[in-house]
């Protein structure tokens, strides 16, 4: 299933194992950055099975339990990003206790393959963004260079 978000968003998709994720996904993201506007939601696997939600931008909310009511699979969690990028909270979201894997972490389209069980549903891997066509020239190095200086990840 293909992951629905705008172009500008980001997206974060992992596996969780307790209800208590939201919360601490919710207060890692916070802590972050203040411009931060996040939506997230979780899978719940056992119990009530819902899908559970937070953030501090409703549209954004909505979304990342649309996507997760799409993949379905226990224990997946989804986190859409604006206003900042994964590289700024992800060390923050792996350190969350319950986090047992990450994904992806991507501005990229995103593909999740989910393999279905009669137990229920899982998340396989991931398709983010495309294959190669080609190997970084001299040029492109510099490009990459730049770029990495113009966003403010190097000076």
Do not use: W
Not at 50 to 58: A, K, P, W
């Amino acid at each position: 299933m293909s992951v629905g978000k705008p172009d500008d968003v980001n997206v974060i998709i992992g596996q969780s194992h307790f209800i208590k994720t939201v919360e601490d996904l919710h207060e890692a993201l916070v802590g972050v950055s203040p411009h931060l506007r996040f939506g997230l939601a979780f899978c719940e696997a056992s119990g009530a099975c819902l899908v559970r939600h937070s953030g501090n931008d409703d549209a954004l909310v909505r979304l990342a339990v649309a996507n997760a009511s799409a993949i379905g699979a226990g224990h997946c969690f989804v986190i859409l990003l604006r206003e900042g990028y994964p590289v700024n909270v992800l060390n923050q979201v792996k350190a969350v206790p319950e986090v047992c894997t990450v994904y992806c972490a991507t501005a990229n389209p995103v593909d999740v393959l989910v393999a279905v069980t009669e137990r229920g549903r899982g998340v396989a891997g991931v398709i983010d963004g495309a294959s190669p066509v080609g190997i970084e020239t001299e040029s492109d190095a510099a490009d990459r260079r730049q770029l990495l200086r113009d966003l403010g990840y190097k000076l």
